[in-house]
Every structure is written in C-alpha cells, then in structure tokens.
C-alpha cells in the first residue's frame, strides 16, 4: 500500500469532519450535514486516486451532476470555492499531525494540492460556462422581447401615420389649388402665410416619415444622397430659427468645413430637428444661461455633430432607457422621438449617443464620411 493511500485510509474520517465543521462555521444551517459528509467521502477518494486522471474517475462524472444541481439551486460559486478551501484546510492539518518522514510528506502534499487545484479548475469552468449560457439565453429572451415591442409600436405607428396621412394630402391638396388660383397680384401678405403653411405641412411629413421607421414597409424607405453635413445643419436650423428667436435662447454654430456624408437626408433631417427642438424644450424652463451649441467635426472616417444645450440634467435613472420607446422626460411627450432618431442613424449606418451633467446635456450622432463618386 503506498504512504497516500495508508494517509486516506487512516485519516479519511478527521479530514472530512474536519472540513464539514468549517462549512458549518461559514454557512450555518444552508447545507444538509448527512449529505456533505456522503460528498466529502466521495472527493476524498476522487483525490487520493491520483494514478486515475480526473476527468477519467467515475466519481468525476457523479460530481458534475453534484454542480450542475447546485448550480439549478442557485448555490453560489463563492460557496464551492470555500468549499474546496476548507477542504484544503481540513488535509493540510491532518498532514500536519500525520507521524510521516519530511520527503514522503513532501510527495505527499504536492500530489493531493495539484489533484485539488485540478478539480477546482474543473468546478469553475463549469460554473463559468453554465453562468454564460444563461447570460445569452436571457439576453436572447431580452431582446426577442424587445424586437415584438417594436414590431407591435411598428404597426401602430403605420396606422396612425396612414389615418394622418390621407386626410393631410387631400388638405395640402386644395391648398396648393387655392395658391394656384389666386392671382399674383391678389397675394401680398398672404403669400408669406402660406409659404409658412407650406413649411408646417413639411414638418408634419417628416413626422409621419418618423412614425412609419417603425414600420418595416418599404414605403418609409428614402434614397441616400452624397450631402455636405453643414448644409444639413443650416436647412434644419432654417426650420427652428423662430422658435430660437421666440425662446430669446442663444444659438453657437462651430462647423468644419467639408464634412460629407451618404445618407437619406429628409430622415436624418428630421434627427437633428429632433434633437434641436427636444434641447429648445429643455431649456424653456431653465435658469441661467440659456445656450444651444451645435458642433461639426471629423474624427477619423467619422463625420460627427454634436448638439449640446445648458439645460437640466437628464435623470440618472432613465439614462439606461433614454432610447427605447415611451421613455420621455416631458410631461406631455410620446417617447417615440428619441427611440425614432435612434432607429433612423443607425438605419443609416451611424451611431447616436448623449452624455449629461449638471453644467450641459449633449446628443452626438456619427456617420460615416463618405467622398462622393463621379
């Protein structure tokens, strides 16, 4: 008989309630004692048979059903990890007390500490891979969910836009026929009236184009056009100006030349007129310095506008959210604004994202540059 088997034989019983007094100093009352006693006896054995590799020991296989139900049960890895500490423990003072020579005793400890180290190694993959997998299936589960929500607010938003719709061109319709029957000379004040009404009417188009990015139809398609990033600054701006003006709110342009990008412009458009209108919002009620900044700039192949307001702090706690759909910090808003801009960047391939503190609250979205080709 070798000196580790005669070890085991003789010190099996002190090892293991050694180690079952430590577990119950630890976590007193979570384990069944019987139980662990029945599992200590096991994985004395599972490490005395060095000659066997791990994963070959027929007990291996029974204690990877031990982790898996451990695992359904919720059982903490910090708690296994303990285990095997204390199991440790419990072999390093019966060696202590073992009336073996120095070299044998030597032999002995590096044996049995790599067979345990080996085991915990195995123990902790399995956690880490089963752990991972739940991660994913929930994740998956999370965003299928999230995908119905959105299919569900695509349908809805296609409905309403088309109620809006019909009856809006058969307005826009008569009116266009009205501008073409008066005649010019009978226009004067009226003119610049209906050049504003022509501009509302506009708005309101982009708006249903908005609604109807939830919709996965191809009627909310646009074609992408080769465009100057500053040119589509100052049409937007040429849409908020008077609303700017009528709020007395400060406007800093900071624009560098030659930024060009591929994308649909009346979507994107309607992004940053988003934006600019949900910054007027936030700063009608602010104290202090009332300031919109809008800032162009390249960084790398990235063609970047930033839009920034002097306005309040957005809410620690729907920063997580702040693009999905229905989450607003207005009192009256629909929370489809910022859940739609997200939607059409990155329809066109772009990213958009914000940060806040107290002092500012700044949106940023990013396209790709592109040099247009003949």
């Known amino acids: 008989m070798s000196e580790l088997n005669r070890f085991f034989d003789t010190q099996q019983d002190i090892i293991v309630e050694s180690w ?65 500490q204390f199991f440790r423990e419990a072999l390093l003072d019966a060696l202590a007390e073992y009336d073996v020579e120095r070299a044998a005793l030597t032999r002995l400890i590096a044996g049995v500490i790599s067979r345990i180290d080996h085991f915990q190694s195995a123990i902790y993959i399995y956690f880490w891979d089963h752990a991972h997998y739940r991660i994913e299936r929930q994740d998956k589960l999370i965003e299928d969910m999230h995908d119905e929500k959105l299919n569900l607010i695509g349908k809805m938003a296609s409905s309403m836009a088309h109620e809006i719709r019909n009856p809006l061109t058969t307005i826009r319709g008569f009116f266009t026929l009205i501008r073409k029957t008066l005649p010019a000379g009978e226009l004067g004040a009226v003119d610049r009236y209906m050049d504003i009404i022509d501009k509302e009417f506009h708005t309101i188009e982009m708006q249903i184009t908005g609604f109807l990015s ?26 908020v100006g008077p609303l700017l003006l009528n709020e007395n709110i400060e406007l800093e342009l900071s624009l560098q030349e030659s930024l060009r990008v591929k994308i649909q412009r009346s979507s994107v458009m309607q992004v940053l007129s988003n934006l600019l209108n949900n910054a007027i919002d936030a700063l009608r009620d602010a104290e202090g310095e009332r300031k919109i900044l809008v800032h162009t700039y390249s960084e790398g192949e990235t ?72």
Not at 332 to 344: E, V
């Open 303 to 374: 063609a970047c506008v930033r839009i920034g307001n002097t306005g309040p702090e957005i809410p620690a706690e729907l920063r997580p959210t702040l693009f999905d759909p229905f989450v607003t910090t207005k009192s009256d808003g629909t929370g489809l604004g910022l859940a739609i801009c997200k939607q059409i960047v990155e329809r066109n391939g772009g990213t958009i994202t914000f940060e806040s503190d107290p002092e500012r609250t700044t949106f940023t979205v990013a396209f790709d540059s592109a040099a247009e080709r003949e």
């Open 20 to 84: 079952i007094y430590r577990m119950e100093q630890a976590y007193p009352g979570y384990f069944d004692l019987d139980e662990l006693r029945i599992q200590g006896r096991k994985y004395v054995r599972l490490v005395a048979d060095v000659e066997i590799p791990m994963k070959e020991h027929p007990l291996f296989k029974e204690y990877e059903r031990w982790c898996q139900m451990l695992f359904q049960k919720k059982v903490s890895i910090e708690h296994i990890l303990n285990s095997s």
């Open 214 to 239: 939830f919709s996965r139809k191809p009627i909310a398609d646009e074609d992408s056009v080769y465009i100057s990033l500053n040119e589509l600054i100052e049409r937007t701006l040429l849409l």
